[in-house]
């Protein structure tokens, strides 16, 4: 893929931030966008990897990126890609990594939207002209930059509309060290991976970590 890309990504929480981080430790330029332009985390986190790292708001944020992250929780992330402003995601590929998990009743959360649609989806019809593709939402984001944190091989997932930037996702997933990259189509494919979430956090109460993965295992042909 492309080096030193400018990438925005939106989202101050440990996702966010350490997606960034990754980013920038490959060489692209990343502005860490947040509601607020002095946002503490943001401004922390930019002060700490200098040169290549900036801060602002989710607009500033997306202006500045040919790529698109979004990384902030799937219960605001329309929101926040409003105040993004279409204009700014327009042609571009948004990388969705949010889940819609609904905390607002206590644990376990429920999903807000699930069976016949996702975040996803409402995410590409909010913003059409937008490339967006779902993928590193079924893992815990230490993973997602580092898949050699678990052993043998294990599965990346990706979905979207646009096969050509599909592909692209894919050269920056391996960037990140992913060798097992599974294309399930298009967006609609969003609504399985978000509704494995609720199974996600079931498996870390049970194995005491989040430091785990799926592997898909077919019989030889």
């Known amino acids: 893929m492309e080096a030193q890309m400018k990438i925005a990504v ?15 430790e490959l060489g692209h330029h990343v ?6 332009p002095d946002n503490e985390k943001a401004s922390a986190w930019s002060a700490a990897h200098e040169e290549r790292a900036e801060h602002g708001d989710f607009a500033r944020a997306a202006a500045h990126g040919e790529w698109v992250f979004n990384c902030v ?29 609904d905390f ?25 002209q937008a490339k967006v593709v779902k993928t590193l939402n079924t893992m815990n984001c230490q993973v997602m930059v580092d898949p050699s944190r678990l052993p043998g091989v294990h599965d990346v997932f990706v979905a ?17 060290g992913w060798t097992q990259i599974v294309d399930l189509g298009g967006i609609q494919a969003a609504r399985g991976l978000e509704m494995w979430l609720p ?4 498996l870390w109460g049970a194995v005491g970590s989040g430091d785990f993965n799926i592997h898909v295992v077919k019989a030889d042909a």
């Open 10 to 24: 939106l989202g101050t929480g440990d996702v966010g931030r350490t997606i960034a981080t990754k980013l920038v």
């Open 31 to 36: 502005v860490l966008g947040s509601r607020s």
């Open 73 to 101: 929780g799937g219960m605001v992330a329309l929101d926040a890609l409003e105040a993004a402003g279409a204009e700014n995601l327009a042609g571009k590929i948004v990388i969705d990594l949010a889940n819609p998990l």
């Open 104 to 128: 607002s009743k206590g644990m376990p959360p429920t999903l807000s939207v699930c069976n016949d649609d996702s975040l996803a989806e409402q995410i590409q019809r909010a913003h059409p």
């Open 160 to 176: 979207g509309e646009d096969v050509q930037a599909k592909a692209e996702v894919g050269a920056l997933l391996r960037s990140f």
């Open 199 to 202: 199974l996600w956090l079931k």
